[in-house]
């Protein structure tokens, strides 16, 4: 509930959300938010190239490889402090 609300608030001041992955949880985003699916890799590289950034709004991460590939496009990760993202 906490991500939707600080996502939903976004979405006014001009910022385009993007999710991806599961689709049973499409049923859960708003109109805010733009769903793309499953991504392979070379889509999720293209898409961190053109965004400001990554929020992982996992419960828990065991690695966090997705933080490190967003990382290295140059993108501003917020996070969970938990799982694998807290190391």
């Known amino acids: 509930a906490y991500v939707a609300g600080v996502v939903s608030g976004l ?3 001009g910022y385009r959300i993007y999710s991806f ?11 805010f938010c733009t769903h793309l699916g499953f991504l ?10 053109k965004v400001e950034f990554y929020l992982d709004a996992s419960n828990y991460e065991g690695l966090g490889l997705l933080l490190m590939e967003s990382i290295r496009c140059g993108v501003i990760p917020l996070y969970r ?5 807290a190391h």
Not at 21 to 31: C, F, K, P, T, V
Not at 81 to 85: K, L, P, S
């Open 21 to 31: 992955g599961n689709e049973s949880l499409r049923g859960r985003r708003q109109n």
């Open 40 to 49: 392979s890799t070379a889509e999720k590289v293209r898409l961190f190239n």
């Open 81 to 85: 402090y938990n799982g694998g993202t």
């Open 11 to 13: 979405a006014p001041l």
